[in-house]
């Protein structure tokens, strides 16, 4: 456990009670007997990779998802030994690296396969993979039954790999209209029936498809948006069966604090300019930690209520019209919760007209980390100093 300081006061705040709770939630709703594979790709979707890992397996999760070979390693790494699978595609030069560490890979075409047998080299284990299908989302796998059966040929008569799973992913189980998400699932049944399924981890719900279609779980869902307390879409709100938790928030504070007169303006392009008398704040926090230049004019919370940002966003430092004087130290939070109000990733998501997948993935490594759980800290990752 290390607390490494962190001297600029901007930070997130991840907290793992929340996401414990989504995470047993989830894990009663699908059932005893269906895994829960805890996607944390993308240092799980900006919160940090290995303490969410840490916190999902302890709630049950049983096998971890990444998107790189590298996320993986880096899992391993910071010494976690449960399965992990890697669902993007591993270059097959470096399949005997991911054999080596016990990660398991995506087989995803013949061409792969081939690739890999060819140059996967003396491995004391067989390398493990999961086969792909492509049934609809158009973005890795096998798509028909020659191609299927090709794989698993090869996989039987070679000693090397070894086939453990099989799943699909689907392009539309966030929406309201399901003629497309039948399609891929009709198509997934009937594809997967040749392959010998008491001995595979078979799976094709994300936390859409897992949250809002318990029967087709098959005996695994992937886990990801949800765990982090975020809808996978506004569409489907209001059938998610149990209330998600919101894990990640955002905070700064206040470093400087003045009046401007009227007509004194603010930041680059000097685009703001005060209409009467009124104070300004500043705080360290700009678009190289992800805050966008195209937040600008949108709110935070001081006090407890919503104050705007005034003028550009710059790299490093935004500055806010503030509603009357606040001493340095204030507390800014641009995510989360002050008294009653809050803002959330929906909110910023909806702003910037995207997802609010995107949100927690942009706030950049340059905003430490600090791990809450049942509202005490944990740990501070601060990835700037070594
Ligand atoms: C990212 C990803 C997931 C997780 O999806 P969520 O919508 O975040 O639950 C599941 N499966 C695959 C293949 C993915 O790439």
Redesign the pocket.
Known sequence: MSLKPFYRKTWAEIDLTALKENVRNMKRHIGGDVHLMA?V?ANA?GHGDAHVAKAALAEGASIL?V?FLDEAISLREQGIDAPILV??AVPPEYAGIAAKRRITVTGYSVGWLKEVLRLIGDIGEPLDFHLKIDTGMGRLGCRNEDEIKEMMDMTESSSKVNCCGV?T?FAT??EKDTDYFNMQLDRFKELIKPLPLDRLMVHSS???A?MRFKKQLFNAV??????YGMS?SSEIKDELPFPLKEVFSLHTELVHVKKIAKGESVSYGATYTAEHDEWIGTVPVGYADGWLRRLAGSEVLIDGKRQKIAGRICMDQLMISLQEEYPVGTKVTLIGKQKDERISVDEIAQKLQTIN?EITCMISSRVPRMFLENGSIMEIRNPILP
């Open positions: 996607v790709k979707y998802a998107a669902l993007g799943f992913h189980a966030d994300n936390s859409a897992g992937r886990f990801g948006v949800s765990m996978p997948y």
